[in-house]
């Protein structure tokens, strides 16, 4: 029974970057980035739709950075309310990129404009679905970990 309670415990510490979920913060927010960055040079043809990506881009990186900051420093405490925290988080953050990925992707459809900005914006796409996809198994394994805890 103990090791079915240490085993759904958040790791604090150096172990954030050793355990499975919680190293996906990591890529997370490598293609997160690339995706700010290319959504933030590529002219912007529909200003809601690329202006939604880019807020999701950037909330997102900041939610994963404070999360990621927050579980190395040991600030939850193994609180099971924590647990709960960190379902509500990559639940949001799946959604969001989700809806960011698919208006990309129609913005992207569009193919007004140069073929650079044409190469950027289907750029952000794809690392648009690979943060949707690296999300989605966080949270997966979050609910996993939540539902067991």
């Known amino acids: 029974m103990s090791s079915s309670t240490s085993s759904t415990s958040l790791p604090s510490g150096l172990a954030v970057f050793t ?3 919680d190293v996906l913060f990591i890529p ?6 690339l995706v700010w960055i290319l959504i933030a ?3 912007v043809l529909y ?3 690329q ?6 881009s950037v ?3 900041l939610l994963t950075a404070v ?3 927050l579980y190395t420093c040991g600030a939850h405490g193994n609180s099971s309310s924590w647990v709960t925290l ?3 988080c990559q639940e949001t953050a799946a959604l969001f990129y989700f809806s960011a990925s698919l208006l990309e992707a129609i913005a992207t459809s569009s193919r007004l404009g140069s073929l650079l900005f044409y190469r950027e914006n289907i750029a952000a796409s794809v690392f648009a679905f690979i943060t949707t996809l690296l999300y989605v198994i966080h949270m997966t394994y979050s609910l996993r970990r939540w539902k067991s805890s």
Do not use: A, K, N, Q
Request: net charge negative.
């Open 19 to 21: 355990t499975f979920p």
């Open 28 to 33: 997370e927010m490598i293609f997160g980035g």
């Open 41 to 43: 040079s590529s002219r």
């Open 47 to 49: 200003t809601s739709l």
């Open 51 to 56: 202006g939604w990506v880019m807020f999701v």
């Open 59 to 61: 909330f997102c990186f």
């Open 67 to 69: 999360l990621l900051f």
């Open 86 to 88: 960190d379902v509500i």
